[in-house]
């Protein structure tokens, strides 16, 4: 499995905006010392190896978050803020969208990860979004995928947004399933 760069690169401007330009350069500086992968010019369609990736994505908690997990959902969140306000999806979807939406995450999963599934399952009342067949499961795609869909129906208007983790890494289950109700 291989994450593309489009995530790394979208780590960058999350830290530099929120830490600061030196805080990056100094954390980068360390990174590229264990991971020569990184030693290399990043741009949105680099694969990078998911295990380097994955070390990146801890170190970071760690130096900038205290090591904090729920900071993967906040990327999440402002990642959909920053497609849905001014990026990629800005033109795709109105507010209201909120079926559209989900029903687009899949294409979003495959525009960051060559591997693994996420599967939209609508139901009455509610839409589930389940993660499957991830090679290498992590607590980083849990949070950070269902963070994006969280920030996306906001963004989008959803009022009184509820979910539920049916399954989840953050559990230790193989797969993960929110169930999302949105009104």
Known sequence: MEVKGVAFLARQQ???QSHGEQAWKDFIADI??????FTLPILPVTRIPVDAFLRFNEELLQRFYSGDPNAWWQFGIKSAEYALGQGQLKAMFSPGDFRRFLF???????????AGELEV??????TDLHIIKVPKPHVYFELSVMGFAWGGLTVLGAKDLKH???????????????RFNVS
């Open 121 to 126: 399952l609508p139901g009455q009342g509610h």
């Open 104 to 114: 687009f995450t899949p294409g979003i999963w495959k525009g960051y990860f060559t």
């Open 14 to 16: 999350m830290t530099v």
């Open 164 to 178: 539920e983790v049916l399954k989840g890494y953050t559990r230790g289950d193989p797969d993960v399933l929110y």
């Open 32 to 37: 590229k010392k264990r991971e020569p992968v």
